[in-house]
C-alpha cells in the first residue's frame, strides 16, 4: 500500500543521504528489512565492536606463546615471558573469527549475491576466514604443540579489509608496481654486472697479504653480491673498499661509480616514478569521494521524487519540502549541518524543490567549519578594561615565550654544570627554586590570560589548551614535591621517598618545562605553516600508516617464526647485539630504514643465514625503499599544494579552518555532471527507477 | 664615411648573430674595435687558454707540498709524495695569474665602464685576484714556508666565474637559501630541544652498571648533542640506542620520536622545498636563453636596417637579402644551419625581409637536428640481398643479445667454480676455449652486420660504434694473448710473461665482454628511457657538478691545511681507517653522503677534536644534505617531463633527436613580444640606434 511505500522511500532517501555524508557507495539492497540490517551495522555501535575484535585479534600477538614483550630486550637478563595456558589465547581468537563470520555474512547479504561474485575482496575475506578456522582446528588438536600457525600471518587482512581508504591506496600502489619493478630490474641487472666485474677485479692473487677485499668481500658469488647490496644502502660504505683502496686507491673509482650510478641515480629514480604516479594520487580520490557523495544526494531525490503525494510532472521531477524535512529528521548527521540546511530549507521558502535545488541544499556538507571563538568578557570597571587589553594583547604572549626560553636557558646551564658531578655531589637547590619561581609565572600567566579572554575563549585556543595542560601538571608536580620533600634551602639533597625521588621529579618537571616550551611553533610563521602540513600529512598518511603496519606485522610474525631460538645467549657480544635488533623489529618495527641498515650490515659479515639474507632483503625492499619513497611523495604532494596556497589563506589566517584533504582540493575538484550521476544510478542492482 | 659605416654595421649584425647563436648577452662594446676584440676573446683558442689555465691552476692542489697523491693511501707503507722545489709551482701560478688578469681587463673593458660598476662578480673577480697575487707575493717572499696560504681556497672562483651557468645556477640556490635556512633552524631547534631531553633521561645515576647510555653518548651537552646529530645521519644508529634499550624498552620511544620526526619528516620537508623551488628553474632558464637569442637577432636586424643602401621607409624597417647573405658568410655558426638559412633566404626570393621574416629565417637554430641514417648499401645479387635482409633484421640483434647473456652466464659460472681454488690450481683452458669462440662470433656479427648495412650505416648507431670498439678490442687482446702464450688446450696454465700474466688477460677479456652485454639497453623500453633520462640529467647538471667542485676543492684544500699531519701512524686501526678516509675526501670528494657517513661515525666516538667535528658538520650539511636534495630535485624535474612527454614521441621514435635542454621545453616556451625586445634594444649601453 501507498503509506508502507511511503515510508519505504523515505527511509532509502534517509540512507542514501547517510551513505552521501560517509561517502559509502550506495549499491547495497534497499527494502526495507535490508535498510534496517544496513543502519544497524553501520551504527556506531557495531563498527566499534568491529574496529575492538579486530585489534584485539592483532594484539593477541604480544602474549601468544613465542613473545618477546618483556622490560629488557637483553637476552642474559630479562625474565621469561609469561605463557598463557593451551585455550585461553585460542578461545579469544575464535570469539574474534565469530564476529568476522558475522560480519561477512551482513556484508555479503547486504550487497548481494550478483556483487558478492564481483567482489573479489569479500571472497579474499571468506577465503581467509576458512583458513583460518582450518588452522585454528588443527592447532587445538595437537594441544597448542604446532608451531607453524598460518593464520597468525593472515591476521592483518582483518584491518586491510576493514578500511576502504586502505583499500584505495592498496590499488595505487599496485597500478605503481610495474614501473617500480622495472627500476627494482635495474638495480638487479645494476647489481650483478657490478658484481660480476668485482669478483673479475678482486680475484685471488698469490700473496696471500694482498688480497684481503677478496678474503672478506668478494669471496664468492653470494658474498660478491652481499657486500656490493649492502653498499647499496650504504650501510658497510667505505669498510667495503677500504683494504682495496688502501692497496691502490684507483680501486676507488670501482666503489664510486657504483654508488654514485645506484644510490644517486637509481634510488632516486625511484622516488620519481613513486612520485610521478602519486601525483594525483590524493586529486583522485578526493574526487571519487565527491562522486560518491553526490551521486548519494541524487539517488535520495530520485527515491523522494517518487514519493506518491509528489503531483507527477512530465518534464522535471520534483522532491516536496515536508519530505526532506521527515528525511533530514531521521537521518544521523553533524547537527550543525542539520540546522544549515533546514534552516536555508525554510529561507528558500519553496514548496517543491528542483533537483539542482535539492544539491545546493546539501553543499553545507562540503563547507568549511568556522570555528568561532567565544568573546572575551565584558568588563564594566575601567581598570579591568585596562587589565584586560594588557593581558589580552598578543605581546603578553610574547613576553610568556620570552620567560619560556630564559627557564630553558637555566635548566641547560644547570645541565651543563652539572654533567660531570657525581649524584651525591648534586646540590638540587638551585634548581629547584628556579623552576619554582617559574612555574609560578606559568601560573601567573595562565590565570591572568583567563581573566583577560574569559575561561571559554581561552580553551577555544589549543596552543592555550597545551599551556594551560602543561602548567597545571607542572603545578601539581611541584606541589607534591614540596609535600614530600619540604621547600628548597641550599644543600637541599633528600633521600629517596615515596614514589619517585626528588632527583626523578626535579627531571620530570624539567622535561615538561623543555616540552612546554613547544608552545612558540604558532608564533613563527614558517613553522607554523611546516607543522600544520605534517599534521595535514599525518591525516592523509593514515592509509599508508595501516598498510605499514599490516606488512609489518606480517613480517614481524614471519620473523618470529622463522627465527624462534636461532639466538641464544653465548655471552658474545654480536650475538646479543643481533638479538637486540630483531627484537627491536618485532616491537618497533616503523623504526624501519635505520634498524634494516644495521641487519644489513650484519649481514655483510655473514652473521647469519642465507635464508634470514632473503628475509631481510626483502624486508629492507619493502620498508625502506618503497615506503620511504611513498611517504616522499606524499610529503611533496602535500606540502607543495600547501606551499602554493599560502598566498591565497594568508588574509584569512586569523579564522582556523577545520581542514581536511576535501577542501584543500575544493577549487580544482570537478562537479560530476547529470548524465553520469543518472547512468550511474540506472546501474545500481536493487534499486529500479520508474524513468 | 658611408663604406665604413657599412662595414662596421656588418661586423656589428656579425657578432649579434654570433651572440644570438651562443645566448650570449649582446651588452657589449660594438666599435669597430672592440668587436675584433670580443670577437678573438670568445675565439675558440681563446677560450680554450681560458679554460686550460682554470684546470692546470685547480690541478696544482695535486703536486704542492701536503698533497696525496700516492698509490696507496695507508700511511704505514706509501712512499712519500713528490715534492716539487720551491718556485715551481709558483711561476705555473704566477703565469695563470697573468691570463686571468689579461682576461679580466678584455672582460671589463668589452661590457665598458659604466656596466662594469654595476657587474659583482667582474669586481669580486678583480678582487680575487688581487689577494691571490698578494698571498702568492708573501708565500715566494718566506720561500714557501707559510703554511697558511688562502689563495688555494680562492682557486676554485676562477672556475666559478667563467661559467655562466654555474652563476646563474648559485644565484637560484641563493634565493632558495632563506626557507632552506628555516628548515635547518627548525632541524636546529629539534636537536636541540631533543638533546635536553636526552640529558635529563639519560642522566648519571648511583649504579654505575645501569647508566652506560651516559657514559657513552650523552655524557655532557656536546657530547649529547653529537650523539644526536649523528643520529640524524642515520650513521651510529642503533647503537646509540642499545645501552638504554637493553635497560627498558620504553626507552626506544625517544629514539623513535627523534629520528622519525628528524629524519623522515624535516629532511623530507627540505628535498620537498629545495624540489618546489627548483620546479621552475629549467624553464626559467631556458626562457631566459631564448630571450637572448631573440635579442641578439633583433639587434641584428635593427643594426643591418641602418644600412646605408636600405632605401628608407617610414612606416617599417627593412633589411636587404644581400646584406643578411654577407653577414651569414661571416658569422661562425653549425655548417648545416648556414645551408639551411641560406637556402630558406633564396626559397623566399623577396628581396627586402621584415623584423619579422628576419626572425622567421633564423628559426633553423632552435629545430632539433634530425639525424639521418646513410642508407643500406643496394646489392645487385639475389643473394646478397637475402643476406642483406637476414642480417639487416632486428632478430639478428636479439640473436646478438641472447649470445652475450650466454658469454655472462658461462663467465658467471666459472666465476662460482673457481671462486676457492688457489691459483696454482685455476686451469684457465675451459674459459679460454669459450672466449675465444664467443669473440669470434662477435666478429663474425660485426662482419656480417656491416655487409648488410654498409661501413657508413653501422657506424652512424652510437650501439655499433660501442659494439664495434669493444670487438675489435677483445680481438686484439684475444690475438695477442694467443701470440704470447699460444692457443688454449686441457692444463693452460703458463707463467707470467709479457706484460701482463694470462689470468690477468683474461680477467680484462672477461671485464670486457660482461661491459659489451650494456648493448642490451636500447632493446628495453623502460631501461632506454631512464637512460636518456640520465643521460639528459648530467647534461643539465654540468652547473651543478661545476659548483660542487668549487664546494669540495674549497673544503678538501682547507681540510688539508686544517688536518695536515694531525694523523699519524700509530698502528692503531682506527687511526689509519680515519686516515683512509681523509684522503679519500680530498680525491674522491662527490662520493659524498657515504663517506660523511662515516666521518660522523667518527665523531661520535669521539676520535677527533672540535674544530674538526664543526668542519664536518658543515661538510655534511652541504654536500650530503643540500647537494643531495638539489640533485633529486632536478632528477624529479627532468624525469617527470620526460615521463610526461613519452606518449608524444614514442611514434616518433626511429628518428633520433639531438636532444637538448632547450628543446624539451620548446612547447611551454613564451615568445617574446617586441615591445620586450625593443625596450630591452634601447636600453643597450653602447647601441645607439637611430629611431
Known amino acids: 500500500d501507498a503509506g508502507a511505500d511511503n515510508d519505504l522511500y523515505i527511509n532509502q532517501a534517509v540512507v542514501f543521504i547517510e551513505d552521501a555524508i560517509q561517502y559509502r557507495s550506495i549499491n547495497h539492497r534497499v527494502d526495507s528489512k535490508s535498510l534496517w540490517l544496513y543502519r544497524w551495522y ?12 579486530i585489534t584485539v585479534i592483532l594484539a593477541l600477538a604480544f602474549v601468544e606463546e613465542p613473545s618477546s614483550l618483556t622490560v629488557t630486550s637483553d637476552v642474559r637478563y630479562r625474565l621469561p615471558a609469561w605463557n598463557p595456558p593451551c585455550g585461553l589465547t ?20 547486504l550487497i548481494g549475491w550478483k556483487e558478492f561474485w564481483k567482489n573479489k575482496w569479500l571472497m579474499a575475506y571468506i577465503l581467509t576466514l576458512i583458513v583460518s578456522l582450518t588452522d585454528w582446528i588443527v592447532s587445538l588438536s595437537f594441544s597448542c604443540t604446532v608451531s607453524l600457525r ?31 619493478a622495472s627500476v627494482v630490474l635495474l638495480l638487479a641487472l645494476h647489481l650483478s654486472l657490478f658484481t660480476m666485474f668485482a669478483m673479475l677485479l678482486f680475484a685471488r692473487t698469490k700473496d696471500n697479504q694482498q688480497d684481503k677485499e677478496w678474503v672478506v668481500y668478494f669471496r664468492n658469488l653470494p658474498d660478491s653480491l652481499t657486500s656490493l647490496l649492502v653498499l647499496l644502502t650504504a650501510a658497510n660504505n667505505p669498510d667495503v673498499m677500504i683494504p682495496a683502496y688502501s692497496k691502490n686507491r684507483a680501486y676507488s673509482i670501482f666503489f664510486i661509480l657504483f654508488t654514485v650510478l645506484g644510490n644517486l641515480f637509481l634510488m632516486n629514480l625511484l622516488t620519481a616514478i613513486i612520485y610521478n604516479q602519486f601525483r594525483g594520487y590524493l586529486l583522485k580520490s578526493v574526487q571519487s569521494s565527491l ?101 589580552g594583547h598578543p605581546y603578553f604572549g610574547y613576553l610568556g615565550n620570552v620567560v619560556a626560553l630564559a627557564n630553558i636557558i637555566s635548566i641547560c646551564v644547570v645541565l651543563v654544570m652539572d654533567a660531570d658531578k657525581q649524584p651525591s655531589e648534586r646540590d638540587d637547590f638551585f634548581l629547584g627554586a628556579i623552576n619554582c619561581f617559574f612555574i609560578l609565572y606559568y601560573l601567573l600567566e595562565m590565570l591572568l590570560k583567563i581573566l583577560a579572554m574569559g575561561l571559554r575563549r581561552y580553551l577555544s585556543y ?79 598518511l593514515r ?82 625503499v ?66
Not at 95 to 105: E, I, K, M, N, R
Not at 167 to 178: A, G
Request: proline share 4%; hydrophobic share 50%.
Open 462 to 540: 589549543p596552543s592555550n589548551r597545551f599551556d594551560g595542560l602543561l602548567t597545571v601538571i607542572l603545578l601539581i608536580l611541584e606541589i607534591s614535591t614540596f609535600a614530600v620533600y619540604g621547600f628548597p634551602h641550599p644543600g637541599w639533597r633528600p633521600e629517596f621517598m615515596g614514589l619517585l625521588s626528588l632527583w626523578d621529579m626535579v627531571r620530570l618537571v624539567n622535561m615538561l618545562i623543555v616540552f612546554r616550551f613547544l608552545r612558540i611553533i604558532p608564533n613563527m610563521k614558517f613553522m607554523a605553516l611546516v607543522v600544520t602540513t605534517l599534521l595535514d600529512l599525518v591525516k592523509n
Open 42 to 53: 553501520y551504527s556506531r555501535t557495531c563498527q566499534w565492536i568491529l574496529s575492538l575484535t
Open 90 to 109: 585460542e578461545s579469544v581468537e575464535l570469539l574474534c573469527f565469530l564476529v568476522f563470520v558475522a560480519d561477512v555474512s551482513v556484508k555479503s547479504y
Open 543 to 624: 592509509a599508508f600508516a595501516g598498510i605499514l603496519v599490516v606488512v609489518f606485522y606480517a613480517f614481524a610474525i614471519t620473523g618470529i617464526m622463522l627465527f624462534k631460538g636461532a639466538v641464544v645467549p653465548l655471552g658474545n657480544n654480536s650475538i646479543i647485539y643481533f638479538k637486540g635488533k630483531c627484537d627491536f623489529m618485532v616491537i618497533s618495527a616503523h623504526f624501519q630504514a635505520e634498524g634494516v641498515h644495521c641487519l644489513l650490515y650484519l649481514l655483510s659479515v655473514n652473521l647469519i643465514c642465507r635464508w634470514a639474507k632473503i628475509y631481510f632483503v626483502a624486508w629492507w625492499l619493502i620498508s625502506s
Open 150 to 180: 598460518i593464520r597468525r600471518i593472515l591476521r592483518p587482512f582483518f584491518l586491510l579489509q576493514n578500511s576502504s581508504m586502505m583499500k584505495k591506496t592498496l590499488k595505487s600502489i599496485n597500478s605503481t608496481l610495474p614501473e617500480m
Open 291 to 391: 562522486f560518491r557523495r553526490r551521486l548519494g544526494i541524487r539517488a535520495a531525490f530520485e527515491v523522494l521524487s517518487t514519493l506518491k503525494e509528489t503531483p507527477a510532472s512530465a518534464q522535471q521531477s520534483y522532491v516536496s519540502a515536508g519530505a526532506l524535512q521527515q528525511v533530514l529528521q531521521k537521518a544521523e548527521m553533524d547537527s550543525r549541518c542539520k540546522q544549515a540546511i533546514l534552516r536555508s530549507l525554510k529561507m528558500c521558502s519553496c514548496d517543491q524543490l528542483s533537483a539542482a535545488q535539492f544539491q545546493k541544499l546539501f553543499e553545507e556538507l562540503d563547507k568549511d567549519a568556522i570555528k568561532q571563538h567565544p568573546p572575551s568578557p565584558e568588563y564594566q570597571s575601567h581598570f579591568m578594561q585596562k587589565l584586560q587589553f594588557a593581558f
Open 626 to 691: 618503497i615506503w620511504v619513497n611513498l611517504f616522499v611523495a606524499l610529503l611533496l604532494e602535500n606540502f607543495i599544494h600547501k606551499w602554493d596556497r599560502r598566498c591565497h589563506r594568508e588574509s584569512l589566517s586569523d579564522i582556523e579552518y577545520q581542514r581536511t584533504v576535501e577542501l584543500m582540493f575544493r577549487d580544482v575538484l570537478e562537479e560530476p555532471t547529470e548524465e553520469e550521476l543518472m547512468e550511474k544510478l540506472h546501474q545500481h542492482p536493487h534499486l529500479q527507477l520508474c524513468r
